[in-house]
């Protein structure tokens, strides 16, 4: 089971932006990459309005798409159930945040990780703002609440205590809506996203292996199923089949189990050959990635700062 996984909630058409430049990325794409460099994963986006435009500005970024196919003006509570459902047993806790609240920081993500509590709403200048983290135990008791005031009124049915963090983050309450503050913390924000961008490939005459498709193994592995994995991803079923098709010609044994009505339309599972590459492959990323940040920190972070 992962540490921490993550929500963003980016489904209504009538009050969420996800497309809306901050600077010259998303307001979706600026929350993944926080997320990213504070090591958050998986990372869920629940789509709906926008959601080609979504996928493509996200393509490269190894988030998993969820469509709340209701995205004319949901509660966002139900966007939230269809995340947390998603990442039920996946992860230990859970961070949820609207697509319109992008500016905090990912050290607010750290204070708020590094607390273990079960419920924790960062908070500035006492008020309170996002992202909120939870317990995954609580979420069987959030998916089946059915009362008022959206996602507070099932964090309060919760009884659970609630740690109120104070952070030095003005962007952990700056909303989209807030023109002048976007503006204000613009450069700072853009600054606390400088991180490496890692990316892994393995070869041997072509690339066979990236992290696209060890993305698409990990959800073919959750849906049993190619298409359904693709629809978590902004990928094609016949490219999947191509990526999948050359990953099994390059390491010489099967890494999909086709059953039940072929290789495109029937039920599919990792072989054991390929669960077994899977972990290789996690542990040799973790260890190279692990590499890579202690030499970004030695070679491009100034060590008096707090930054990392």
């Known amino acids: 089971m992962r540490t921490v996984g993550g929500i963003i909630a980016a489904a209504n058409k009538c009050v969420a932006y996800p497309m809306k430049k901050v600077g010259s990325i998303s307001l979706i794409q600026r929350i993944v990459l926080t997320y990213k460099k504070a090591g958050i994963w998986p990372i869920v986006v629940i789509t709906g309005f926008e959601e080609p435009e979504i996928k493509s500005d996200l393509a490269r970024e190894d988030a998993i798409f969820i469509i709340n ?40 993500v750290l204070e708020m990780i590094e607390t273990k509590d079960e419920i924790v709403i960062p908070s500035y200048n006492m008020h309170g703002g996002h992202p909120l983290l939870i317990d995954s135990l609580h979420i069987p008791s959030i998916l089946s609440y059915d009362g008022e005031n959206g996602l507070k009124g099932a964090i309060d049915s919760l009884g659970a205590p609630i740690t109120w963090l104070n952070v030095n983050d003005k962007g952990v309450t700056c909303s989209v809506k807030d023109e002048d503050k976007l503006e204000e913390l613009l450069t700072s924000h853009n600054d606390s996203l400088f991180q490496p961008a890692l990316t892994i490939n393995i070869r041997k005459e072509k690339v066979f292996l990236d992290s696209r498709l060890r993305l698409l193994l990990e959800l073919i592995d959750d849906n049993d199923s190619v298409n359904g994995a693709c629809k978590r991803m902004s990928l094609s079923l016949s490219k999947a089949w191509d ?9 010489g044994y099967e890494i999909v189990l086709r059953r039940r009505g072929g290789a495109r339309e029937g039920r599919t599972q990792l ?30 972070v100034d060590k008096t700062s707090d930054d990392i």
């Open 243 to 251: 990526m999948i098709n050359e990953l099994e010609k390059s390491l």
């Open 271 to 300: 072989s054991p050959k390929g669960r077994e590459f899977m972990d290789n492959y996690d542990q040799f990323y973790s260890a190279v990635n692990k590499y890579t940040w202690e030499q970004f920190k030695k070679y491009f």
């Open 69 to 108: 196919k209701d995205y004319e003006n949901p509660p966002l509570i139900d966007s939230y159930k269809i995340g947390l459902k998603y990442l039920l047993g996946k992860c230990n806790r859970v961070l949820l945040t609207p697509v319109n609240v992008p500016m905090f920081n990912y050290t607010t």
